[in-house]
Nanobody, 129 residues
Framework: CLQLAESGGGSVQVVGSLRLSCAAS????????FGWLREVSGKEREGIAA????????YYSDSVKGRFTISQDSNTNMLYLEMNNLKPEDTAMYSC??????????????????????WGQGTQVTVSS
């Protein structure tokens, strides 16, 4: 079965950058949406970036728009999240996730966690001032 594994997390100072990677164990062509979500203990999981694999459309939350970039390499079954100008409030556990095949959802719903049914184990990002 398909598995996802994140890497690239770590500690960085404010306005620094990190690149997260998500390796899929096999082809992801059966999955319609790939996304990055983050979670802080005690808070609701937040979807921050996603891509619709059928046409490459990307989606971002307001909290990361203009600073983070999601990209996918279907040849290598990799998903990336380039994070720039990091802020302390970006500190969280970041997970990549994949949706099942599904009817395209409204833009406002793409980043909601219930769309995704396969998750990686997560990688911690800590931003210090």
């Amino acid at each position: 079965c398909l598995q996802l594994a994140e890497s690239g997390g770590g500690s960085v100072q404010v306005v620094g950058s990190l690149r997260l990677s998500c390796a899929a164990s096999r082809s992801t062509t059966s999955r319609d949406y790939f996304g990055w979500l983050r979670e802080v203990s005690g808070k609701e999981r937040e979807g921050i970036a996603a891509t619709y694999t059928r046409d490459g459309t990307t989606y971002y939350s307001d909290s990361v728009k203009g600073r983070f970039t999601i990209s996918q390499d279907s040849n290598t079954n990799m998903l990336y999240l380039e994070m720039n100008n990091l802020k302390p409030e970006d500190t969280a556990m970041y997970s990549c996730a994949a949706s099942p095949p599904m009817t395209p959802v409204p833009t406002s719903h793409v980043l909601r966690s219930y769309n995704y049914n396969l998750w990686g184990q997560g990688t911690q990002v800590t931003v210090s001032s």
